[in-house]
Nanobody
Framework: QVDLGESGGGLVQAGDSLRLSCAFY????????MGWFRQAPGKERELVAQ???????YETDSVKGRFTLSRDNAKNTVYLQMNSLKPEDTAIYYC????????????WGQGTQVTVSP
């Protein structure tokens, strides 16, 4: 069983930065792909970024150059650094994890709200 605990959301103005953290508990962190998803009101949940156990990253086009995903295997934590935030980044952000052998994200955090005002 894996448990995930997110923190770092909040209300900011456009152009500001936030860093989301996700703490991982229960299994061997270094064997898991970690991801951040977001869901805005009335929209489907989308993958924002993911990072492999070897720290290869993927970011969706809308956040490339602004968001950076990193992981600290010693602290069992993944970080999403969000810079130059835009109102359209407003959403609930969810941390997720999948074993490196899995094709789907199996474990989810409770979500953290990010609100960006114009």
């Amino acid at each position: 069983q894996v448990d995930l605990g997110e923190s770092g959301g909040g209300l900011v103005q456009a152009g500001d930065s936030l860093r989301l953290s996700c703490a991982f508990y229960g299994q061997t962190f270094s064997l898991y792909v970690m991801g951040w998803f977001r869901q805005a009101p009335g929209k489907e949940r989308e993958l924002v970024a993911q990072i492999t156990p070897g720290s290869s990253t993927y970011e969706t086009d809308s956040v490339k150059g602004r968001f950076t995903l990193s992981r600290d295997n010693a602290k069992n934590t993944v970080y999403l650094q969000m810079n130059s935030l835009k109102p359209e980044d407003t959403a609930i952000y969810y941390c997720a994890a999948k074993h490196r052998s899995s094709s789907i994200f199996e474990y989810w955090g409770q979500g953290t709200q990010v609100t960006v005002s114009p």
